[in-house]
Nanobody, 125 residues
């Protein structure tokens, strides 16, 4: 399974970005997906997850109301729309594919089997 994340960049505080993660090599539509991030000097943290169908999502409190995770199973792609960005959102963002087929998603990194290479998001103040 290969996951290719893209869409990162430099944005001013209050701005928006949309990250994409294209998957190949497995039946994408059967598995939940997640986004994590890792800021410099900090541990990787959960951002958002989405179940296999796209009908159920879950967010970290720090991004709730500002970020939206979605997926297009026909395109084997998961998205993370990020609005009202803050400097503290600066991090490398990773997409990940869950281990559990037909699952609802997870918040622990250990529950994810495959990881993308990461895309850097920098929010300037």
């Amino acid at each position: 399974v290969q996951l290719q994340a893209s869409g990162g960049g430099l944005v001013q505080a209050g701005g928006s970005l949309r990250l994409s993660c294209a998957a190949s090599g497995r039946s994408f539509s059967r598995y939940p997906m997640g986004w994590f991030r890792q800021a410099p000097g900090k541990e990787r943290e959960f951002v958002a997850s989405i179940d296999w169908s796209g009908g159920s999502t879950y967010y970290a409190d720090s991004v709730k109301g500002r970020f939206t995770i979605s997926r297009d199973n026909a395109k084997n792609t998961v998205y993370l729309q990020m609005n009202s960005l803050k400097p503290e959102d600066t991090a490398v963002y990773y997409c990940a594919a869950d281990r559990v087929e037909w699952g609802i998603g997870a918040v622990r990194a250990d529950d994810y089997e495959y990881w993308g290479q990461g895309t850097l998001v920098t929010v300037s103040s």
